[in-house]
């Protein structure tokens, strides 16, 4: 996605550790009309892979999922990352490492949500080394629902995680995928 | 809104402890048909209110507040409940007490993307007692932004954080105002 990469070139910032800051149109400012194309490009991708059910993690995955689900026409579902009050009953759970903040920590989905009938689309903002990706495939397992594949606005592909899950047979679209990035350039992979 | 009071009879959910569990349309799994309506009726109500920027909390806020940006035609902007590593620089933060997990928090946004010129609406799933409402208005204060008000999915009337901001000038418009509620009715509180 072309827009993806223009944004990631003008507004992104690389921090030290590694981070890329995508703050002001991404993850916690979001552009909304932004958000809308991204929602269209995807469901553009997956239009006939058969979607019922979008699922991310919260927080920073729940708009882009939102924005899937609408263009979709399909439910869209977030794990919580820890057992709230608010979910009771029967529950889908997997633990997941963050390497960011060097610990793990459990997301959680009521078994209500997902289903055995279900095609599930994984939605997340960033791919890294995939493990968040990894964490809601469990919970689409689980459930014995299908996988529909993942759809992420931003790839870290040098840090593997996108490849590794291509390599295992899911189908992993990214709106951009940044092979090397440092304080003064940025570069992508080329995209079809 | 007559949608949402429809919504919340036939699938919400009343558990022991006063929480209505909305779980299958609003938090956890989202009707995202519904959720665009519910962004075009926010910003039909708030249409002249000359607002530049949706602001809530993470993370059952994110999704109707970039509903809501979407049909404004404005940026949507997350509070964030703890400092992160990918919030950076000059920020605002406000302490809000959560009834429900009976803890005090912390609520942070980047200075860069609440500025003074800014024309700020809140948006929220749930109105209670009203402390993240207060939070955020805090934050909006603190960056020097002028206030439209504060647009909610489901305020509970009986718990009075509606009408105290009210009282105070803030304009709340709540999609339904749930007036008492037990686990064999819930009555609603007229609005035009």
Redesign the interface.
């Known amino acids: 996605m072309q827009l993806m990469e223009e944004k990631i070139l003008t507004e992104g910032k690389v ?1 030290p ?1 590694g ?1 890329l ?1 995508v ?2 149109f991404l ?7 932004f ?2 194309e991204m929602g269209v490009e995807i469901a553009r991708l997956f239009q006939d892979a058969g979607v019922t059910k979008v699922l991310t993690i ?2 920073s995955g ?2 882009i999922a ?2 899937a ?2 263009e979709l ?8 990352k820890h057992k ?5 009953g029967s529950t889908y759970t997997s633990v997941v490492h963050s390497y ?2 060097n610990t793990d920590y459990t997301i959680v ?2 078994s ?2 997902l289903c055995k009938g279900d095609v599930v689309l994984l939605v997340d903002d960033f791919l890294a080394n995939g493990k968040a990706l990894i964490g809601l495939c469990d919970l689409v397992e689980q459930a014995g629902a299908k996988l529909a594949g993942a759809a992420v606005a931003i790839e870290k592909g040098f840090q593997g995680g996108g490849d590794t899950l291509r390599a295992q047979g899911v189908r992993v679209e990214s709106l951009a995928i940044i092979e090397s990035m440092n304080d003064v350039s940025i570069a992508f992979r080329p995209q079809n």
């Not at 709230?84 to 009771?88: L, M």
Request: proline share 2%; aromatic share 4%.
């Open positions: 921090l550790g981070i800051k703050g002001s993850n916690q400012q979001i552009d909304t009309a958000l809308k919260e927080s729940i708009a939102a924005a689900g609408m026409g399909v439910p869209m579902v977030f794990a919580k709230s009050s608010n979910v009771d960011t903040h989905v009521s209500d949500y």
